[in-house]
């Protein structure tokens, strides 16, 4: 197969391909620029594949970077931008299932492809838009199967993310796993405790936002692989029925988290654990855990103004899509005029301040917190006009 027309990105990076081969070496596109690029999909890193090792590489280009020089990559930059580039390479046993042992570095291009994960990201493609395929993969791009390269049972046991990443493309690109890979995920399931929470998360994030979620979802049912993602173990029932209400993907990290949590009836406390657990950053856990709330209010019925103020306009779109994934009427449009109207959009347009208060004789301490926030309350609510005077009365009325 050849591509007669390559994506711009390519183009651009022809010259660093061709450059090497005048070297004597061979280079090839590879990996998901190709994949995507045979689906009709957009691109985005552009990486390289090459028989020449590292210091031949930078003994070729003026400006390299040596972002992985162990593992044979490094980084070519050509006119602002950059190129990874690895050289084939074959690997020896994952003792820690993610790792290699050791790399050695090769000359032959089959020896690095069939070290891949699947059979879709081992195609190879030459500067001139012809495609190498050794392992069969352009029939299981147009069948839309996912395969793993040679034995499956050997690949999740060199590098047990791959499970994840299974189960990722499969919601990505809405493929079916076919059945000894599908397998050979159910068989090593367990070993994705050995992988590092971050790694898995990324994985889970990027199914959960695919094209298919719900596909990518029931795989992990069906493999058992959720037993061994933090915290899903006691969510069984909660997940198979998220899987069948799954009509598209979410639309952010935090509107995934969200789903999960709504879904799981998780409270606060219990939002703050399961993403502790999964290594997630302290703002997304704060913003989870207010959407949560607010999705489960829109379950329930509308919201009151106070809690679209706490809600927000980034996090209400979030906890809309949720409500909606979960059988609630799309209050999309609603939402947005609801915001607008607002009096205040944040605190920091409430027209009075701690030191106006003080002025007026209230001291300073706790007492003072109390009263702007009962100011700011009454003025969300419409029960006062978001003016100075006026709410510098209210704070001495009692």
Request: with cysteine.
């Amino acid at each position: 197969m050849k591509l007669e027309q390559l994506p711009q990105e390519f183009e651009l990076a022809r010259p660093v391909l061709q450059t090497i081969e005048q070297a004597g070496y061979e280079a090839y596109f590879v990996g998901g620029s190709v994949r995507d690029t045979i689906l009709g999909k957009d691109i985005h890193d552009v990486d390289i594949a090459t028989s020449a090792y590292p210091n031949e590489i930078k003994g070729l280009f003026k400006r390299t970077v040596d972002t992985g020089i162990e593992h044979g990559t490094v980084m070519i930059l050509d006119h602002g931008t950059g190129y990874e580039t690895t050289t084939f390479r074959s690997e020896s046993t994952y003792t820690d299932f993610r790792r290699p042992d050791q790399v050695t570095f090769v000359r032959s291009l089959e020896e690095d492809l069939k070290r891949r994960d699947f059979t879709i990201n081992a195609l190879a493609m030459k500067e001139d838009g012809e495609v190498i395929d050794l392992f069969d993969g352009l029939t299981d791009l147009q069948e839309h199967r996912i395969r793993a390269v040679g034995d499956p049972q050997e690949r999740f046991h060199e590098d047990a993310l791959r499970m994840m990443r299974a189960v990722r493309f499969a919601s990505q690109l809405d493929f079916t796993i076919e059945g000894p890979t599908k397998q050979a995920i159910t068989d090593h399931a367990d070993l994705l405790e050995k992988i590092a929470v971050e790694r898995t998360q990324v994985e889970l994030l990027k199914m959960l936002q695919g094209k298919m979620p719900q596909r990518g979802l029931q795989d992990m049912l069906d493999t058992g692989l959720w037993q061994y993602c933090p915290d899903f173990a006691s969510h069984e029932v909660a997940l198979t029925k998220l899987a069948h209400r799954l009509q598209q993907g979410a639309t952010s990290n935090e509107a995934a988290w969200t789903l999960l949590a709504t879904q799981f009836k998780l409270d606060t406390t219990g939002i703050g654990s399961f993403l502790k657990h999964w290594k997630t950053a302290n703002q997304t856990i704060a913003a989870v855990q207010t959407a949560t709330k607010t999705a489960e209010l829109l379950l329930q019925g509308d919201l009151t103004a106070w809690q679209l103020y706490q809600c927000g306009a980034t996090l209400t779109p979030v906890a809309n899509e949720v409500a909606v994934t979960l059988g609630a009427p799309d209050r999309s449009n609603q939402l947005t005029r609801d915001l607008a109207a607002l009096p205040i959009q944040t605190k920091k347009e409430l027209a009075i301040s701690g030191g106006d208060l003080m002025k007026a004789g209230v001291q300073p301490g706790p007492q003072l917190g109390a009263i702007l926030g009962d100011l700011e309350y009454r003025v969300v609510m419409g029960e006062l006009p978001n003016e100075n005077a006026a709410l510098v009365a209210n704070s001495t009325a009692d």
